[in-house]
């Protein structure tokens, strides 16, 4: 066996994804670093890597997004090497420089490549350069509202504005009519102001029936590009993803090509070296640049499901020097769910206990999460508690396996988005693969009549069994068993009495 | 003894007898059942058994209401039996009146949209509460007079505190006195 690429790596986060890193370093030889807030001292991540070093608070600015913390830690632990994951400091620029600083191989882009694709504005002057379609819009921030409103009605209503800094949909207004205009340029600048301390925005065209389809790429140190098929990520609510497919089923294959290949332009553009991926939006039979991510993103395993990669793996790889490998021959379909802690009706964030965590398992079912009975839900992190990842050999069979899985996957505790997803991945309109970004508004919310009758059903026997009579028993020898039911309730009653 | 469960929309009623040491279930438009809720464990699973069709489900039961998973869905069921039904109704049904609008989950008062004596329609937003990156807003649960305004921007708030107190508005339009 051929020494590890790496001695140490330290991650740089949390939850899931810190787990997801910590995997494969070990498959690799590579000894794993875990760091962590107040709040995570038992978490999996913590438990599970070689090596664990607190690093501050519980809020993510006290630990998990201070930059001087996670470079002390990885002096302190010896780690030769950084990986971000995802969100906290994974495209953050000067963290990066830091890293180069430090001399720790910092596992992304540099700095300046994250730089020119973080900042919206410059991205979409990169791109234009590159040759990759830009949806028609403006390249700059106006603050004139007299200019604002001609462009606007140059462009054509309804137009979108966007957080320059922005990502996971924080900062974007869409206006229908021009009366509404300065008031939503006004929201969308003090909501950028507000996340990111700058409040910068830019209009474009709000695409209709619009998807949202990415690109995964990974570039190494020697100009070589691969591009590792695309992502349909438009089953979302308030832009926030929620289901993702791979590969996405409006796409011919010219089109996906095209696709790849502007995916490819733009890394090389930048002097890409990482993961990343490109996010288009597609509509009617065109695509539009986004963004790029500089990092890897959330649903990286749907790719790796399908092209039968470890992207992880293919980091260390190339931030090791080594080439990217060739994308192989996709197989079949790939589907992630995420179960996110929150009410299904409303989205409000669930928070509290995991008392009971029952997972779901089988052929094609693959589980990237940090849940562990007892887990604390807190208010601190995303509530994001679990992918659930299937594949399988074509898209019906996902969908069916994807449903199966859910049904199967049981967490009491905190409620979680998962009924919704099923009803998407259920819905006629996801089934027929023609859906767009507003699939979740139009899907029916109601669980189906079969459902609501079984579950009055569940909750009278229930009842019953917990409140029937326990009969007064002449003798010990004459007297019926009395069921766990009973004694829960009596239970429970004296519980109250005490009270 | 009945009991009275509200599913959504779906309301049914519900007889048990227990007959050769199986447990019968009648619903009110005539259809039986034959049922085995089985406990698994201690945290609320049940294996549930309907005229021999298997479902996993999980029951939490909390005061006159259960939360049912089953089939990947969560239903939250009002239950309830015929004592406590006929106490209810000598308790009189209590309305509207003066109510206290509370923070569902933690989190930060990013923005307070309305000022005591306001006049607010069903739905309309009262503040916004910032949790894990996302604004929540917090919507009147009816036509309203604003009583209290319990909260200002930057407020860090607990599940269950205190954000906003309504009364009934007037029924007849009137203006604002001040």
């Known amino acids: 066996m051929s020494p590890p690429l790496f001695q140490r790596v330290l991650i740089a986060n949390r939850g899931e994804i810190a787990l997801r890193v910590i995997r494969t370093a070990r498959e690799m030889g590579i000894e794993s670093v875990a760091v962590y807030s107040d709040a995570d001292r038992n978490a999996l991540h913590v438990r599970r890597a070689d090596h664990a070093v607190r690093i501050g608070g519980s809020a993510p600015s006290d630990s998990y997004l201070r ?135 830019y209009l474009e065209k709000f695409v209709t029936r619009p998807r949202h389809v990415e690109v995964q790429i990974v570039a190494d140190q020697h100009g070589g590009v691969t591009a590792f098929g695309e992502r349909e990520c438009s089953v979302q609510r308030r832009h926030q993803k929620l289901v993702e497919e791979s590969p996405c089923p409006a796409l011919t294959p010219e089109l996906r090509a095209a696709m790849c290949e502007a995916a490819c332009r733009l890394a090389r553009a930048v002097d890409y070296v990482g993961a990343g991926t490109v996010e288009f939006l597609y509509s009617e039979g065109a695509f539009y640049f986004l963004e790029m991510n500089t990092r890897l993103q959330v649903e990286h395993p749907i790719t790796e499901e399908r092209f039968g990669v470890d992207l992880v793996r293919e980091q260390f790889r190339v931030a090791a020097g080594l080439p990217v490998c060739e994308a192989p021959e996709p197989r079949g379909h790939a589907i992630e769910v995420r179960v996110n802690a929150e009410d299904p009706d409303n989205f409000f964030p669930s928070l509290g206990r995991i008392r009971r965590l029952g997972v779901p398992g089988g052929q094609g079912v693959r589980l990237d999460s940090a849940l562990f009975r007892g887990l604390e839900v807190t208010p601190f992190y995303d509530s994001m508690l679990a992918k659930l990842v299937v594949h399988a050999e074509d898209r019906d069979t996902a969908i069916a396996r994807a449903i199966r899985a859910i049904r199967e996957f049981r967490i009491v505790g905190v409620t979680t988005s998962m009924p919704v997803a099923m009803r998407a991945l259920d819905s006629e309109e996801f089934r027929s693969g023609d859906y767009d970004t507003g699939i979740l508004e139009r899907i029916d919310r109601r669980p189906s009549d079969k459902v609501l009758e079984l579950a009055a059903l569940a909750a009278a026997v229930g009842k019953f069994l917990a409140t029937e009579e326990i009969p007064v028993a002449p003798s010990a020898a004459s007297r019926p068993p009395i069921s766990a039911w009973n004694l829960l309730d009596r239970a429970e009653r004296l519980g109250r009495g005490m009270r | 003894m009945k009991y009275f469960a509200k599913a959504l929309d779906v309301e049914r009623s519900f007889t048990f007898e227990r007959r050769n040491g199986s447990l019968l279930v009648v619903r009110d438009d005539g259809e039986s059942f034959v049922v085995d809720l089985s406990p698994v464990g201690d945290g609320g699973a049940y294996s549930f058994l309907v005229d021999g069709r298997s479902f996993d489900c999980l029951l939490e039961r909390e005061q006159g209401t259960t939360v049912v998973q089953l089939l990947g869905e969560r239903v939250v069921v009002a239950i309830q039996d015929e004592r406590e039904l006929a106490a209810q109704r000598v308790a009189g049904h209590k309305g509207g009146g003066r109510r206290a609008i509370e923070a569902v989950m933690p989190g930060v008062v990013v923005d307070v949209k309305v000022a005591e004596g306001d006049t607010v329609e069903d739905g309309q937003t009262l503040c916004i509460l910032e949790a894990m990156k996302m604004q929540n807003p917090i919507p009147a649960d009816g036509r309203a007079v604003v009583a209290r305004v319990a909260v200002k921007p930057g407020d860090v708030v607990a599940g269950g505190d205190l954000l906003v107190e309504l009364d009934d508005a007037p029924e007849a339009e009137e203006g604002a006195a001040s």
């Open chain 1, 67 to 201: 930059v001087d913390a996670v470079l002390a830690a990885a002096r302190e632990s010896g780690a030769d090497c950084i990986h971000p994951g995802y969100g906290f400091l994974s495209e953050n620029a000067g963290f990066s420089e830091a890293c180069a600083e430090a001399g720790i191989t910092f596992l992304g882009p540099s700095a300046d490549a994250i730089r020119k694709m973080g900042d919206k504005v410059e991205a979409r002057r990169v791109a234009d350069d590159a040759g990759v379609p830009l949806v028609p819009g403006l390249k700059d921030d106006v603050r004139d509202d007299a200019v604002l409103i001609e462009k606007a009605a140059e462009i054509g209503y309804p137009v979108m504005l966007k957080a320059a800094a922005g990502g996971g949909g924080k900062g974007i207004r869409i206006v229908r009519a021009e009366k509404d205009l300065l008031a939503a340029a006004s929201m969308a600048r003090a909501e950028a102001r507000g996340a990111f301390g700058d409040d910068r925005v």
